[in-house]
T-cell receptor
Framework: DTGVSQNPRHKITKRGQNVTFRCDPI?????LYWYRQTLGQGPEFLTY????????KSRLLSDRFSAERPKGSFSTLEIQRTEQGDSAMYLC?????????FGPGTRLTVT | AQSVTQLGSHVSVSEGALVLLRCNYS??????LFWYVQYPNQGLQLLLK??????LVKGINGFEAEFKKSETSFHLTKPSAHMSDAAEYFC?????????????FGTGTRLTIIP
């Protein structure tokens, strides 16, 4: 069990650029979640996959955001035309039963 | 809709003293409840979980929490604080299987340990 991994750990981008984050879940876990955490707040749910199917999407996830999980393995989260308000920590979690295990997160700074 | 309220955004205790972090939940169905800890610039680590078995739940690092349905509470305690306990703590609620799987988090409590 190598845990959930996320890449990159840090990303600095200019407003208007596109960014893509990757999450590799724990190998046998079939559920994968994305959350966003801003300074001083708890994580907020963005979207959720069971295997390769996306089952729920938060209204926080605007049309500029897209998430995929091809073949039910790793997942990518892409943000197009980034805005300063997108600056946050993006957390990925995976689960097999009730508990969710989190990765270290990707901190995005939009300048 | 489910929600969690953490009372006290900052808590300071002396090393060796009792740690008590408060969490109240709102859920229309029997909840699954979790406590997570977050160290600076890191992800969340699961401390303990309540999933409708024993109401007193023991977790890692000497932490425990008691589920009290009558008070809709799930407070986190540790008998004796250690300097390494300084971190941000989050309480979260999740619906039962077959329903909404997402975690809904509180706003967190920052725990400071005074030497």
């Amino acid at each position: 069990d190598t845990g959930v991994s996320q890449n990159p750990r840090h990303k600095i981008t200019k407003r208007g650029q596109n960014v893509t984050f990757r999450c590799d879940p724990i190998s046998e876990h079939n559920r994968l979640y994305w959350y966003r955490q801003t300074l001083g707040q708890g994580p907020e749910f963005l979207t959720y996959f069971q295997n390769e199917a996306r089952l729920e999407k938060s209204r926080l996830l605007s049309d500029r955001f897209s998430a995929e999980r091809p073949k039910g393995s790793f997942s990518t989260l892409e943000i197009q035309r980034t805005e300063q308000g997108d600056s946050a920590m993006y957390l990925c979690a995976s689960s097999l039963t009730r508990e969710q295990y989190f990765g270290p997160g990707t901190r995005l700074t939009v300048t | 809709a489910q929600s969690v309220t953490q009372l006290g955004s900052h808590v300071s205790v002396s090393e060796g003293a009792l740690v008590l972090l408060r969490c109240n939940y709102s859920s229309s169905v029997p909840p699954y409840l979790f406590w997570y800890v977050q160290y600076p610039n890191q992800g969340l680590q699961l401390l303990l979980k309540y999933t409708s078995a024993a109401t007193l739940v023991k977790g890692i690092n000497g932490f425990e929490a008691e589920f009290k349905k009558s008070e809709t509470s799930f407070h986190l305690t540790k008998p004796s604080a250690h300097m390494s306990d300084a971190a941000e703590y989050f309480c979260a609620v999740r619906g039962p299987p077959g329903g909404n799987e997402k975690l809904t988090f509180g706003t967190g409590t920052r725990l400071t340990i005074i030497p």
